[in-house]
């Protein structure tokens, strides 16, 4: 099979698309997809240099979502069957960098929008608030913006810890959390739906019914054929991606 590989964690530089991968073995209660296209993440760019949280050994194939056709089921596997359309995570929005970027959130439904390259943080929060702050801080970011965002916490506020796009993992004042009677959570969604999978599986189900409402609106910025892997990492390396970046394997 096809499969784009990271044999060495030099960044995009050290993927290979390789056309005779061998095949996965079925065990009991797994199932095979033919993967029809994966959407790139932030973490994957991490991970082709060896700086995500998680380190899978070498090599690897990276791409931590997927969406295909269930080619085979494994032994005891009752609830999906061949032919079965799917999409699956693979274990292997208060601000943006860009006014581009803030027009798309503004298009899918923000309400307050705050350009952190060019305006001061804390204070736009504190006139969006009226000096209140906020109830929830959701940070994929941290590096220099983390400790702004953790001043602007409203009383009893939460802070959750999403991922580090900045490069930094940033030291947050404790007293700050003291202070202001908050909370520091730490949100690690692969190793949630590893280790909570009915959790996480009520929780896909009802942002499905989202998605079938309207209410939801994912934005897909871009889609690239495999063979174009690089432009495509490229894209998300650079911080140029507005939306998904979505890598189309089939069709």
């Not at 698309?17 to 760019?45: H, K, M, R, S």
Request: aromatic letters at 8%; one cysteine or more.
């Amino acid at each position: 099979m096809k499969a784009l590989v990271c044999h060495t964690l030099t960044g995009i530089e050290g993927l290979t698309l390789e056309q005779d991968w061998p095949e996965p073995a079925l065990t009991a209660g797994t199932v095979l997809i033919d993967v029809q296209a994966t959407a790139l993440n932030f973490p994957d760019v991490l991970m082709l240099r060896g700086l995500y949280q998680e380190r899978p050994p070498l090599p690897f194939i990276p791409g931590l979502e997927l969406a295909g056709v269930i080619a085979a089921v494994g032994e005891g596997v009752t609830r999906h069957k061949v032919g079965d359309r799917v999409v699956a995570y693979s274990g292997g929005g208060a601000a943006a960098s860009t006014d581009a970027k803030l027009e798309v959130a503004r298009g899918i439904g923000a309400d307050h929008l705050v350009n952190y390259s060019t305006q001061d943080l804390r204070e736009r929060i504190k006139e969006i608030t009226g000096g209140k702050g906020v109830d929830v801080v959701y940070d994929a970011v941290g590096g220099p913006y983390a400790e702004p965002a953790v001043r602007s916490l409203a009383w009893k506020g939460r802070y959750l810890v999403v991922g580090f796009a900045a490069g930094d993992i940033p030291q947050i004042p404790m007293n700050l959390l003291l202070l202001k009677g908050a909370a520091l959570v730490g949100v690690f969604f692969g190793s949630f739906a590893q280790r909570e999978p009915q959790v996480q599986l009520a929780n896909v189900r009802e942002l499905w019914q989202l998605f079938e409402a309207g209410k939801l609106r994912p934005v897909v910025g871009e889609v690239h054929p495999l063979a174009d892997y690089a432009q495509a990492f490229a894209s998300l390396e650079q911080r140029r991606a507005v939306g998904k970046v979505v890598l189309r394997i089939r069709g």
